[in-house]
């Protein structure tokens, strides 16, 4: 009874306005005392809303004040504010085309670019968009690489020069590695350029997915959502926006085997180059040397997070949830 009870309570945040007391989940774990100067002790764990079927891809817009997150098979794109509650932002997300395509057709990671305009990875139409919040639809940034369409663009980040860097691996496609629609023989990591050219920057990954550059932007880090390999990577970024070799900067594989839910996904750093990075056990926090710092452990496999507000509060994408807390630090470039 118990166990109904909360789940109605949770599903009714879906439509709920003002809502200022909400339920709490997980927990935070506390491994490196370093932990504790950036979540606090009595931080929760707060269930903005439920009821999704994967939550994923949350970015802060700022000039609008609310945050937007999309449920990837539901093809749909939601946007949150306190004030208001959950509304649908756009919908499709993802693919406009016409009957089934895959279990996971929407749009997935998202970022807001220098322009203030909504960039969005778009599993089912295989694209990089970008859309202006308002006085505009949506335009392609990229659809192929050398003539072949992409997997399922995954995630996407802007580098301050103006060029995006995205992921391309197979979830998108119903049949994931073994798609007869495939037309591109690696998982790559792709450039768009400022010229709209993209190359291809990174492709000896097996399943690349969220991606964060450091505070100085000299390194990029790429997660791995290979569970047998999940790992997040490491490259130098060089001069002319192409990345030379990678090195793992850390290894789940342990806290995979401790049976924690999740896997590599969603990255964020914050201002003193902390890598706040969605894996096995919820939210990873990892110190720049690659440390271990803490958990912030919502008990479901966790997908990404991004920072809002101020900079200071962490939105968390959790299977079913869309939940945030209040952290000591800030997000890099927010």
């Not at 996407?156 to 007869?180: R, W």
């Not at 050219?197 to 690349?208: D, F, G, L, S």
């Not at 401790?258 to 706040?276: A, H, V």
């Not at 920072?307 to 630090?329: E, F, P």
Request: with cysteine; proline share 7%; charged share 20%.
């Amino acid at each position: 009874m118990k166990k109904l009870i909360f789940s109605v309570l949770i599903l009714s945040l879906m439509s709920t306005k003002t809502q200022t007391n909400y339920p709490a989940i997980g927990n935070t774990i506390l491994i490196d005392p370093s932990f504790a100067k950036l979540i606090a002790p009595d931080a929760k764990i707060e269930v903005l809303a439920s009821g999704y079927k994967w939550s994923e891809g949350p970015a802060w817009v700022k000039n609008g004040g609310f945050l937007i997150f999309s449920d990837v098979p539901a093809n749909t794109t939601y946007q949150w504010s306190a004030t208001e509650g959950v509304s649908v932002f756009l919908k499709p997300s993802g693919y406009t085309g016409k009957g089934y395509y895959s279990y996971e057709p929407g749009g997935n990671g998202m970022t807001i670019n220098k322009l203030g305009e909504v960039v969005t990875c778009e599993h089912g139409d295989r694209r990089v968009t970008a859309m202006p919040l308002t006085g505009g639809g949506k335009y392609a940034l990229a659809d192929n690489f050398e003539g072949k369409r992409f997997n399922s663009p995954n995630d996407v980040v802007q580098h301050s020069g103006g060029a995006y860097y995205f992921t391309d691996p197979p979830y998108g496609l119903e049949k994931h590695e073994n798609d007869p629609k495939r037309e591109i023989d690696f998982f790559g990591v792709y450039r768009i350029g400022t010229d709209r050219k993209v190359t291809a920057v990174i492709k000896n990954m097996t399943r690349p997915n969220g991606l964060a550059f450091s505070p100085d932007e000299k390194i990029l880090y790429v997660a791995q959502s290979d569970p047998d390999q999940p790992v997040i990577m490491s490259f130098p970024v060089n001069p002319d926006g192409s990345v030379g070799k990678g090195k793992i900067f850390f290894d789940g594989t342990e806290l995979s085997k401790q049976g924690l839910k999740g896997l590599p996904d969603g990255l964020r750093i914050d201002e003193k180059g902390n890598l706040f990075a969605t894996g096995p056990g919820g939210v990873l926090v990892i110190s720049p040397a690659g440390k271990l710092l803490g958990r912030i452990d919502t008990g479901e496999p966790t997908a990404n997070c991004a920072w809002g507000d101020d900079g200071s509060v962490l939105y968390i994408t959790s299977n079913m949830y869309l939940c945030r807390i209040k952290t000591l630090t800030k997000g890099v470039r927010f």
